[in-house]
C-alpha cells in the first residue's frame, strides 16, 4: 500500500496524558498536512511542512499541540496535557505540490476521558 | 472571510436517482477546487479537481461544474448506488498563499436508501 499512513488508528486516553501520532506520507511527496476533524464538521487546518520545515501553523494549534517532521519523511503530530475537547479525527494528508489534491490518510481517532 | 458553504447539509435519495450538490465560496483570488468523497470513519478521498479555466469535470458517474463568475460549484451524481452514501467535501484553495491553503466546507451527507 503506497497510500498515506497513519498510526495508531484509534486511541483513548486519560485527561492529562500526552498522546502522540505519526503520519506516513507517500513517499515522494514533499508537503505534509495535519487536520483536525470533529462529528459533522469538515476537516481544519492545523499545520503544514515542506520538507522538513513546518511553515504554517493554524491557531488552533495551541502549545500543548506540537508537530515535527525531522527528516523531511514521517510526521508526528503530539498532545500534552489531553483535554476533552481534543476528542476528534486527525487526518494526515501529502502531496508533492500545491497543485495537486492532497492525498489523506485513514485518520487517527482520539477520544479523551 | 474565506469561506466554503456547502447545501444541503445532508441529503436522501432512493438508489438509481440523480443527485446534485452545491457549494458556494467567497475566497480569492482563486486556485482551484476539489471535491472529495469521504466514508464515515475514513479520510477523505479525491473525486475531482478543477481550476479556473475549466467548467466541468468528469469523473465516472460524479460530473463537477465550476462558475467562477459566480463562486459557484456543483456535484452531479447519476444513478446513485448505495455506495456512494458518504460525505461530499468542496474544497478551495486561494491563490494568495504560496502555501496553498485549503477551505473546507462542512460536507453533504448524502444517504442512497435501497
Known amino acids: 500500500d503506497t497510500g498515506v499512513s497513519q498510526d495508531p488508528r484509534h486511541k483513548i486516553t486519560k485527561r492529562g496524558q500526552n498522546v502522540t501520532f505519526r503520519c506516513d506520507p507517500i513517499s515522494e511527496h514533499n508537503r505534509l498536512y495535519w487536520y483536525r476533524q470533529t462529528l459533522g464538521q469538515g476537516p481544519e487546518f492545523l499545520t503544514y511542512f515542506q520538507n522538513e520545515a513546518q511553515l504554517e501553523k493554524s491557531r488552533l494549534l495551541s502549545d500543548r499541540f506540537s508537530a515535527e517532521r525531522p527528516k523531511g519523511s514521517f510526521s508526528t503530530l503530539e498532545i500534552q496535557r489531553t483535554e476533552q475537547g481534543d476528542s476528534a479525527m486527525y487526518l494526515c494528508a501529502s502531496s508533492l505540490a500545491t497543485s495537486d489534491s492532497p492525498n489523506f490518510g485513514e485518520g487517527s481517532w482520539l477520544t479523551v476521558v | 472571510k474565506n469561506q466554503v458553504e456547502q447545501s444541503p447539509q445532508s441529503l436522501i435519495i432512493l438508489e438509481g436517482k440523480n443527485c446534485t450538490l452545491q457549494?458556494?465560496?467567497?475566497?480569492?483570488?482563486?486556485?482551484?477546487l476539489r471535491w472529495y468523497k469521504q466514508d464515515t470513519g475514513r479520510g477523505p478521498v479525491s473525486l475531482t479537481i478543477m481550476t479556473f479555466s475549466e467548467n466541468t469535470k468528469s469523473n465516472g458517474r460524479y460530473t463537477a461544474t465550476l462558475d467562477a463568475d459566480t463562486k459557484q460549484s456543483s456535484l452531479h451524481i447519476t444513478a446513485s448506488q448505495l455506495s456512494d452514501s458518504a460525505s461530499y467535501i468542496c474544497v478551495v484553495s486561494d491563490r494568495g498563499s504560496t502555501l496553498g491553503r485549503l477551505y473546507f466546507g462542512r460536507g453533504t451527507q448524502l444517504t442512497v436508501w435501497p
Open positions: 457549494c458556494n465560496y467567497t475566497v480569492s483570488p482563486f486556485s482551484n
